[in-house]
T-cell receptor, first 115, second 112 residues
Framework: DTAVSQTPKYLVTQMGNDKSIKCEQNLGHDTMYWYKQDSKKFLKIMFSYNNKELIINETVPNRFSPKSPDKAHLNLHINSLELGDSAVYFC??????????????FGAGTRLSVL | DQQVKQNSPSLSVQEGRISILNCDYTNSMFDYFLWYKKYPAEGPTFLISISSIKDKNEDGRFTVFLNKSAKHLSLHIVPSQPGDSAVYFCAATPNTGNQFYFGTGTSLTVIP
């Protein structure tokens, strides 16, 4: 049973489209995250939610909107997709923050290709 | 500004020998450090961590060393096995907040 699952695994779409990536965790964690891994393989945090509340919002275009319907889910919606949005997006979760609680568990990633 | 740096993008080691992966950080507020392992087409997997109150943590073949004065940590894998071939990321988190900073990764190849 996958602990952190995200769908779809691959997403190919045209510029200007709107798309969503879903993430679910069955670990009972309070905190969830979205990361972007760019072409240089750098993992950068985008958003973090704790118990459905946004706690980290890095410098991300407002075309990206996270939605957390409950603490087990954190979906990422992207409007008006651009070529530069092509990347691998990872969802992660942790118990919380501080010490071992901050250990994050990752999904397998969603490879987004914008044509 | 890259607060966690892994200056070696790749490393090759013979099977059975020791692999040493290095990581440097700049923020003195970091108090918990982690290593993740990543295979292609998979998400990063947690490997081992260390708190800033310790200087060493060991788990089987994996040992992490922390030198706070030098703001440096390293991961030792001994003996190295072909299955250890992957990209290794170090990460750090401060004592408050949920911010998490990853290094750029080191690709380890263990040669049989």
């Amino acid at each position: 049973d996958t602990a952190v699952s995200q769908t779809p695994k691959y997403l190919v779409t045209q510029m200007g489209n709107d798309k969503s990536i879903k993430c679910e965790q069955n670990l009972g964690h309070d905190t969830m995250y979205w990361y972007k891994q760019d072409s240089k393989k750098f993992l950068k945090i985008m958003f973090s939610y704790n118990n459905k509340e946004l706690i980290i919002n890095e410098t991300v275009p407002n075309r990206f909107s996270p939605k957390s319907p409950d603490k087990a889910h954190l979906n990422l919606h992207i409007n008006s997709l651009e070529l530069g949005d092509s990347a691998v997006y990872f969802c992660a979760s942790s118990q919380g923050s501080g010490g071992a609680r901050s250990i994050q568990y990752f999904g397998a990633g969603t490879r987004l290709s914008v044509l | 500004d890259q607060q966690v740096k892994q200056n070696s993008p790749s490393l090759s080691v013979q099977e059975g020998r020791i692999s040493i992966l290095n990581c440097d950080y700049t923020n003195s507020m970091f108090d918990y450090f982690l290593w993740y392992k990543k295979y292609p087409a998979e998400g990063p997997t947690f490997l081992i961590s260390i708190s800033s109150i310790k200087d060493k943590n060991e788990d089987g073949r994996f040992t992490v060393f922390l030198n706070k004065s030098a703001k440096h940590l390293s991961l030792h894998i001994v003996p190295s096995q072909p299955g250890d071939s992957a990209v290794y990321f170090c990460a750090a988190t401060p004592n408050t907040g949920n911010q998490f900073y990853f290094g750029t990764g080191t690709s380890l190849t263990v040669i049989p």
